[in-house]
């Protein structure tokens, strides 16, 4: 009598997730938006992330002996109402990088993603990412490997977030998008190159945290 040896069906396991923390949380976030909020999310996302980032830098190098002191200029610089010397995205970005905070290609992708907010903002229709819109970012076969990873996730994370069909239909400018904006939220925390001390970069994502 013959025996038949029957196997299990193997299910083959999906590679790890290089997104985590704050990246993953910003991704699944723009998942949930149409491709205008996600311009607006992700722009809203880059502006929180470079006023902590320039405040805390503030802080951490001030040379006065005065806490309370410090802290009264710093909220006139940036809180002041009803417009802050430093409340604009455009001068706070041009300010961190005179300050070496983070290098020009990081400058220079804020500064187009800001142009490309107020585009979308002001469109009173119905707007769809492009790839002209994308093309102005960095061109994705430049981008180094962990970068191509992100790409990668973010498909996997909008198919997870987005369980019904809607998340088939995001274009191919759509991931790029998103795949930039979380790029570039990580290189806000881990490439800069200025005077802020790398042991300072937890604690500002755990103040960040608690924002939230």
Not at 190 to 195: L, M, R
Request: net charge positive.
């Amino acid at each position: 009598m013959w025996r038949i040896k029957m196997g299990t069906k193997r299910h083959r396991r999906a590679p790890k997730l290089s997104l985590e923390g704050r990246e993953l949380d910003l991704t699944q976030k723009l998942a949930l938006e149409s491709d205008r909020g996600c311009v607006l999310v992700a722009a809203a996302a880059m502006d929180g992330a470079v006023d902590l980032l320039l405040r805390h830098f503030l802080e951490k190098t001030s040379h006065s002996d005065n806490d309370n002191e410090m802290a009264e200029y710093i909220s006139f610089l940036m809180d002041r109402e009803p417009l802050p010397p430093l409340g604009n995205f455009g001068v706070r970005i041009r300010l961190c990088r005179v300050l070496g905070l983070f290098p020009l290609n990081t400058y220079e992708h804020l500064k187009t993603l800001s142009s490309l907010r107020n585009i979308f903002a002001h469109i009173g229709q119905p707007v769809e990412l492009t790839p002209q819109d994308v093309s102005r970012f960095t061109d994705p076969s430049q981008w180094p490997a962990k970068v191509k990873k992100f790409h990668r996730d973010v498909k996997r994370i909008c198919r997870s977030v987005r369980k019904d069909s809607d998340s088939r239909r995001f274009s191919e400018p759509r991931f790029l998008f998103m795949t930039i904006c979380v790029a570039l939220h990580y290189e806000m925390f881990t490439h800069f190159t200025g005077a802020l001390a790398l042991d300072h970069v937890e604690q500002m994502i755990r103040e960040m945290d608690g924002l939230e």
